[in-house]
């Protein structure tokens, strides 16, 4: 991983199409998430861990935290992934603050004609919701997520469904920008370049690790990297 874009010897300008990623990317999500996660959890009587710990569950499919990392069974994740979405729907969804800079972000590359898109794990109809009740819808070409039904949910099925819904035949023409692995492991595995942000929930290691190209400390750096 080089850190620079300048040594990179890549053209970061050819990058016509962005895909944003939006929890931990776009916005703060910390205070829903963690709340739907207590709810369920408190509902099948588990133990509700730390509110850093809870913060880890922010990027990876909900189905993956359930399982991987508080260890439903199988045949409880459906009924856990319904409690969480119960109390996510009516007052989670809007627990959430857009990251500072992230509108002039997005205006700034909107009128340096980039074609920007959403390119989330979380479910479509959620996000949609998010990102108007924010004022971002004026700056995407559309929102690309998950369905409810549990299917689109790994980050390559997104991305994947982002370029045919957009009719993009130039996968070099596509960076995905994320705070987590599985935006960087999903681009990796559909072939597109990547760029992990720092402000958000991953780490550098993390994001270095899964093989971020480019690294973005915090929004004027992610600036840099789009126009430069």
Same mark, same amino acid.
């Given at each position: 991983?080089?850190?620079?874009?300048?040594?990179?010897?890549?053209?970061?300008?050819?990058?016509?199409?962005?895909?944003?990623?939006?929890?931990?990317?776009?916005?703060?999500?910390?205070?829903?998430?963690?709340?739907?996660?207590?709810?369920?959890?408190?509902?099948?009587?588990?133990?509700?861990?730390?509110?850093?710990?809870?913060?880890?569950?922010?990027?990876?499919?909900?189905?993956?935290?359930?399982?991987?990392?508080?260890?439903?069974?199988?045949?409880?994740?459906?009924?856990?992934?319904?409690?969480?979405?119960?109390?996510?729907?009516?007052?989670?969804?809007?627990?959430?603050?857009?990251?500072?800079?992230?509108?002039?972000?997005?205006?700034?590359?909107?009128?340096?004609?980039?074609?920007?898109?959403?390119?989330?794990?979380?479910?479509?109809?959620?996000?949609?919701?998010?990102?108007?009740?924010?004022?971002?819808?004026?700056?995407?070409?559309?929102? &690309?997520?998950?369905?409810?039904?549990?299917?689109?949910?790994?980050?390559?099925?997104?991305?994947?469904?982002?370029?045919?819904?957009?009719?993009?035949?130039?996968?070099?023409?596509?960076?995905?920008?994320?705070?987590?692995?599985?935006?960087?492991?999903?681009?990796?595995?559909?072939?597109?370049?990547? &760029?992990?942000? /720092?402000?958000?929930?991953?780490?550098?290691?993390? /994001?270095?690790?899964?093989?971020?190209?480019?690294?973005?400390?915090?929004?004027?750096?992610?600036?840099?990297?789009?126009?430069?």
């Amino acid at each position: 991983m080089v850190e620079l874009v300048e040594t990179t010897g890549y053209n970061i300008s050819m990058f016509d199409y962005l895909f944003f990623d939006l929890d931990g990317t776009l916005t703060d999500p910390a205070p829903g998430i963690t709340n739907s996660f207590k709810y369920a959890l408190k509902y099948f009587g588990r133990e509700i861990p730390s509110y850093e710990t809870l913060c880890t569950f922010i990027g990876p499919p909900l189905q993956d935290s359930f399982k991987n990392l508080l260890h439903f069974e199988d045949d409880k994740i459906p009924d856990a992934i319904k409690k969480y979405r119960e109390y996510f729907a009516e007052k989670g969804l809007f627990e959430n603050s857009v990251y500072p800079g992230i509108p002039e972000l997005l205006s700034t590359l909107k009128q340096n004609d980039k074609k920007l898109v959403v390119a989330t794990s979380k479910p479509e109809d959620f996000s949609i919701r998010i990102i108007e009740h924010f004022g971002l819808s004026q700056y995407f070409e559309n929102v &690309c997520g998950s369905l409810k039904d549990q299917t689109r949910t790994k980050k390559d099925e997104v991305i994947e469904f982002a370029i045919e819904r957009n009719q993009i035949s130039d996968k070099s023409k596509i960076l995905m920008i994320g705070d987590r692995k599985h935006d960087i492991l999903g681009a990796k595995k559909v072939g597109l370049k990547s &760029c992990g942000v /720092l402000f958000g929930y991953g780490s550098r290691e993390e /994001l270095e690790t899964a093989g971020a190209d480019f690294i973005a400390e915090n929004v004027s750096r992610l600036d840099k990297i789009c126009l430069q």
